[in-house]
């Protein structure tokens, strides 16, 4: 499968993908959860280990929040040049829309920290998980 979101930040590219799982969501609940895939690809000449996370989740009414913590599913990786990494995790919305953003805190092999950005990646529920009346 394609990673329809990408971006590539100090030498790191990030490509994302998005899906709605359906089997866990409660629309009648307003609950709605989605799936996103991460990889994280070192295209640079300098190996480098992910930190930390900070993300910006926004719903479908404009309302945003703020989750940042320690590496990434309770892992922080270390990229050699080349080296790639994948991960998934969830984003619960109460909203049938919404898109998240951000970047991860990573220090390089000579202590320098710096920052790659994500692209900004889009939730929605598919068109045939929609009643239509």
């Given at each position: 499968?394609?990673?329809?979101?990408?971006?590539?930040?100090?030498?790191?590219?990030?490509?994302?993908?998005?899906?709605?799982?359906?089997?866990?969501?409660?629309?009648?609940?307003?609950?709605?959860?989605?799936?996103?895939?991460?990889?994280?690809?070192?295209?640079?000449?300098v190996s480098a280990q992910l930190l930390s996370r900070k993300w910006?989740?926004?719903?479908?009414?404009?309302?945003?929040?703020?989750?940042?913590?320690?590496?990434?599913?309770?892992?922080?990786?270390?990229?050699?040049?080349?080296?790639?990494?994948?991960?998934?995790?969830?984003?619960?919305?109460?909203?049938?829309?919404?898109?998240?953003?951000?970047?991860?805190?990573?220090?390089?092999?000579?202590?320098?920290?710096?920052?790659?950005?994500?692209?900004?990646?889009?939730?929605?529920?598919p068109a045939e998980f929609i009643d239509n009346y």
């Amino acid at each position: 499968m394609t990673y329809p979101f990408v971006n590539t930040s100090h030498d790191f590219k990030i490509e994302i993908k998005t899906d709605f799982d359906f089997d866990q969501s409660n629309p009648l609940q307003f609950q709605y959860l989605f799936r996103y895939t991460i990889l994280i690809t070192n295209v640079g000449q300098v190996s480098a280990q992910l930190l930390s996370r900070k993300w910006n989740i926004k719903d479908e009414r404009g309302e945003i929040k703020l989750v940042e913590g320690p590496g990434v599913i309770g892992q922080t990786p270390n990229f050699e040049v080349g080296e790639s990494f994948e991960y998934s995790s969830f984003c619960p919305l109460p909203t049938m829309k919404g898109e998240m953003w951000g970047h991860f805190n990573m220090i390089n092999k000579f202590g320098q920290a710096f920052k790659i950005e994500t692209p900004i990646f889009k939730f929605h529920v598919p068109a045939e998980f929609i009643d239509n009346y």
